[in-house]
């Protein structure tokens, strides 16, 4: 099947097997690696990306469903080396520490920052329950995404 | 390579639905896709997730229907669906997290219609009906009815859940929900209750008392139900209506739980519930 569409703002398209998984598709075909795998079964949230604004586990979207959507994976968030408030606040507090979970983690916690306001501590516990860490605790991701929402001063987009 | 229709509108979904019998229809997969590569590819996909008639929320005087292709997010948005269905709402924010909320559908829900499927026990306490449609027929089924075993459904080879149709509760309703599971994000529930109790004049009118991962399928207890109709609540009544929960409630066990547990649990939740009512 030919899928169009557009990752990190640049136009794709390629032909496929369309009931492959996004997330190898992003992987093998695209040369996108820094969406990982954890455990392939929507468990761990290492694989999410933003589909059309949305968190997402791409383990579990064929690419068939991609057709004509817009992604977001971790490579489209920092401009070069230029990080994000959230990327950069995840290094300063420790919150990334192997880091197979962190571009899910920054992926998620950037689409919570966009579109919820006055991010609490419990709150950010709630939304980030999907993206498992076997190092950090949480302790220090929380803290370090409660330090860049309050930085975004609460501006959501939504 | 495996076929994958993407129908634009629902008409069209239904007759490839009809030429494609053998074929699969997919939702959010977030059933579906779990561990896929263990799997070969389906000969044929009908996706079903993005059909604009088959999302979102409808409320009438005499109903609420929600589009079997509306993801979790969406409910959980919907201010009706938190006025007129706190249980079914609390039930949604429940399941998985935010990324299998944005994916995952009722309709899913109901076509897998496993014992552990956590808006199952609510429909059945809000008396729900499944519409299915096939090219030339539409029909609705009672949920209690639709799930006939084990992940087993009365779904046509040529039918789609299009929507669940919810009465909306009598004045007077009081409506419960409680999951037991190991924690409170993403985890399958061990057990799981839901009721509705329509009260007048101090006495139980009404009563629908649903319980999921007791059985092969999510169900009623319907002698707890004939026990509470027509009484007015009181502690000795939670007593009684536990005692029925025990005796009839034969729940099994396996990696999650043990069957002593499950059935403690069930009978605390149904008594709770009633306790709530004093
Ligand atoms: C990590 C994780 C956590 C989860 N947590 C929970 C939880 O807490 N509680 C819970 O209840 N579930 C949970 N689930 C299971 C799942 O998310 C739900 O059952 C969800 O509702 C499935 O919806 P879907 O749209 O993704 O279904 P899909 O996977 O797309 O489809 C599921 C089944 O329904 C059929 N189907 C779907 N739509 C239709 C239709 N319109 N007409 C006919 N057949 C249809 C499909 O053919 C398939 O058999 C979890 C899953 C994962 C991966
Ligand atoms: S790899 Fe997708 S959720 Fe774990
Ligand atoms: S930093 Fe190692 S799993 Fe999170």
Known sequence: MKIRMQVNGAARELETEP???????????????????????????????????????????????????????????????????????????????????????????????????????????????????????????????????????????? | MSEFLSPRTLAEALKLRSAHPDFTVLSGGTDLMVRATERDYPVGTIDVFSLKEMRGVCESDAALSIGASTPYADLLRSDVVLTMLPNLHAAIREIGAVQIQERGTIGGNIGTSSPVGDTLPCLLALDAEVELRSQNNTRRVAY???????????????????AIHIPRPAKGTRLFWRKIGTRRAQAISKVMGAASFRIEEGVVSHARIALGAVADRPRRVEAAEQRIQGEKPSERLATEVAAIVRSDVKPIDDVRSTASYRLDVAVNIVRRFVLELV
Request: with cysteine.
């Open chain 1, 19 to 158: 009931m492959r998984r996004l997330l190898d598709v992003l992987r093998e075909d695209c040369g996108l690696t820094g969406t990982k795998e954890g455990c392939g079964e929507g468990e761990c949230g290492a694989c999410t990306v933003l589909i059309d604004g949305k968190p997402v586990n791409s383990c579990l979207v064929p690419v068939g469903q991609v057709h004509e959507a817009e992604l977001l994976t971790v490579e489209g968030l920092s401009d070069g080396e230029l990080l994000t408030d959230v990327q950069r606040a995840l290094v300063e507090h420790g919150g990334a520490q192997c880091g197979i979970c962190t571009p899910g983690i920054a992926v998620t916690a950037e689409s919570l920052i966009r579109r919820e306001k006055n991010l609490d501590h419990a709150r950010i516990r709630e939304l980030l329950a999907g993206n498992l860490c076997r190092c950090t605790g949480y302790q220090r991701v929380v803290e370090a995404v409660a330090e860049a929402a309050a930085k975004r001063g609460g501006a959501g987009d939504e």
């Open chain 2, 144 to 162: 209690s009815d639709f799930c006939t075993g084990y992940r087993k459904t009365q779904l046509g080879a040529d039918e789609l859940i299009t």
